[in-house]
């Protein structure tokens, strides 16, 4: 009725305040929910932080990463500080490459001691300069403390120095990349500008991430996307189509007259790396990665450290499995594996065990290997179960960190098996140069490389998905006595307050940036050519996943390119226009393995 009509709207003004102020307490309880639960691994982090204090203090060490901050704190009250007024008169001219990977604290402390140089005159009248060269899109380490920010001030109106006469210069002339590859990162990364509401980073990629062409004509560029309708199989994966894929793109790269040494596989994450390197190998194609270097992956290094185990410990089965597993895999293959390990598990005596490798071909007395040192030890064993394999680099490697833990740790086996448990991640052997094979890496460890062809699988990193944490101010700080409070970074942070909502935009345009400079370094380390391999699936709502596939649908649906059943996406021609090539490069010298041992009767020591 119009009476009731009337009681409604008089209450209208009454319910949105008693509405705002439940979601204010919504937004407090998801506020609290998120900081108890980083409650528990906070305190945990604050006991290891004490105890470590305490360890430093016994021990009277600092870890160098403490080193920035205790300079900073005990120079940034003082004006001209007497070590940085030494310095400067004996150094007068500073150059820092890569700045936009420097921390704001590294910045920090690096400012006085350059002022004090670029203010003052050494004794024939010339000031003293600096020279910062970087590229802000290029920085991808703020999770080490980087800071590209720092950089994007600095090029602009920012001058922390008493001296004001600056100069900016942009070098825009790209020397590396064929004109399509130039060409093709120009356009997307300009249309991706718009992606970004900060100004400062949308003007950084709107304005300064074009490059003028080189002399290099030619070059090619392709987007693919993986089929749909093969994942609808349940016995296929969209990794399964991922690494087809790389294999299919492999083969067609050399196809055209390129070599393996020429293409390089890029990945965001290293366990798809890992991927990558099983599934080549399986497949034949030779590779060089830092997975493959490392000295633990080699299946020869295995069967050494389970045979030292077994040593230390005649009854550890597992070790004895692996070690009957190699045999029969191997050394003889006329019998069924797994026969030969049920049978050799059931043999309890050692003496039984070593009677029974004897009939493999393999002569070896645990007993009397006890009694020898490590080294010598390790050595018979290379003899008895790999005499051909012991001149290869992953064995040879493993002998001398044998031999350098027996002569200067004078190392037990259980010694040696307790610094490999610790270290082994860290154990590789250097990169053989000019080796013909597709090499591996992560994005980072690409940066400041090139590559005649680049082929950047995975292409669909899922942005939603952020595992950052940010402190939050806490406005009770009297209820709680602590001031700030750490919660992950997901959309409720927004209902945290205005400060947290300004903190949380803040937040993920940093993360947008980190994003979208991994890409720009990924798709200009190519030379000549750049395979893009991703995947999407639109909702059916009808709209797009929050992925970096998103990326490129909307950069080719902005040049009226895209449809859903096309699935590649050429610029250019797939020919090759470069003449070097890696398999004319000198091969390196193959040294026979020695199948008998030495004489030492022939042997003569001259005295």
Not at 54 to 71: D, P
Not at 87 to 110: A, M
Not at 239 to 260: A, E, P
Request: glycine letters at 4%; proline letters at 3%.
């Amino acid at each position: 009725t119009a009476k009731d009509k009337d009681v409604i709207e008089q209450l209208i003004p009454q319910l949105l305040v008693y509405t705002n102020e439940i979601y204010s307490l919504f937004g407090k309880l998801y506020f609290y929910e998120a900081f108890l639960k980083n409650l528990v691994p906070l305190s945990l982090l604050n006991s290891i932080s004490n105890e470590l204090k305490r360890i430093q203090n016994e021990q009277q060490i600092l870890s160098i990463s403490q080193f920035n901050k205790i300079i900073y704190e005990e120079l940034k009250n003082q004006p001209a500080p007497f070590i940085y007024e030494r310095l400067g008169e004996k150094y007068r001219h500073f150059f820092i490459d890569e700045f936009q990977d420097t921390s704001e604290l590294q910045w920090q402390n690096l400012v006085p001691l350059i002022d004090n140089a670029l203010s003052g005159e050494d004794d024939f009248g010339k000031k003293g300069s600096l020279m910062i060269v970087g590229d802000p899109k290029q920085a991808i380490y703020r999770w080490r403390g980087g800071k590209a920010e720092q950089f994007m001030e600095l090029s602009a109106d920012t001058n922390p120095f008493s001296n004001p006469s600056k100069e900016t210069i942009s070098l825009s002339t790209n020397y590396r990349s064929y004109e399509k590859v130039v060409q093709f990162n120009n356009e997307i990364f300009k249309f991706l500008a718009s992606e970004f509401e900060d100004a400062a980073y949308q003007n950084l990629y709107e304005n300064y991430s074009h490059q003028n062409f080189n002399s290099k004509k030619g070059g090619f560029v392709n987007i693919s996307f993986l089929n749909n309708d093969l994942l609808s199989d349940d016995t296929i994966t969209k990794d399964d189509l991922y690494l087809d894929q790389v294999l299919k793109t492999i083969n067609n790269v050399l196809s055209q007259g390129f070599s393996l040494g020429d293409i390089v596989v890029l990945t965001r994450k290293s366990k798809d790396g890992v991927k990558v390197a099983n599934y080549l190998t399986e497949n034949g194609i030779r590779i060089l990665s830092s997975e493959t270097l490392l000295i633990n992956n080699a299946t020869e290094v295995q069967l050494l450290l389970n045979l030292l185990r077994f040593l230390k410990n005649n009854y550890d089965k597992e070790a004895k499995a692996l070690i009957l597993y190699y045999v029969a895999k191997f050394i003889n293959q006329n019998e069924k594996v797994h026969d030969v390990i049920v049978s050799g598990l059931e043999l309890e005596n050692e003496v039984d065990f070593q009677n029974y490798l004897a009939n493999f071909g393999v002569y070896i007395n645990f007993n009397n290997l006890r009694k020898n040192n490590l080294y010598v030890a390790v050595e018979l064993l290379v003899s008895a179960f790999i005499p051909t394999r012991k001149t290869e680099a992953y064995v040879q490697y493993f002998l001398d960190l044998v031999l350098e833990r027996t002569v200067k740790n004078q190392s037990t086996i259980a010694d040696f098996l307790n610094y490999w448990d610790l270290n082994y991640q860290k154990l590789s052997i250097p990169a053989p140069e000019n080796e013909n094979a597709v090499r591996l890496m992560t994005v980072h460890k690409a940066k400041g490389l090139e590559f005649p062809v680049v082929i950047y699988p995975f292409a669909d990193e899922d942005f939603s998905k952020s595992r950052d944490k940010i402190w939050v101010d806490l406005e009770e700080k009297e209820q709680l006595a602590i001031p700030k409070a750490l919660v992950d970074l997901k959309n409720d942070v927004r209902m945290y307050g205005e400060t947290a909502q300004r903190l949380y935009n803040q937040k993920k345009q940093e993360e947008l940036l980190d994003n979208l400079n991994v890409l720009y370094v990924a798709l200009t380390r190519a030379e000549e050519q750049l395979y893009i391999i991703s995947h999407f699936k639109i909702s059916k709502t009808g709209t797009l996943p929050n992925t970096l596939a998103t990326f490129f649908v909307k950069y080719l649906e902005d040049k009226a390119l895209f449809a859903e059943n096309i699935l590649d996406y050429p610029f250019g021609k797939p020919i090759k226009i470069s003449s070097y090539c890696l398999e004319d490069a000198k091969k390196p010298i193959v040294i026979k393995a020695v199948d008998s041992q030495i004489d030492h009767s022939v042997i003569k020591i001259a005295k």
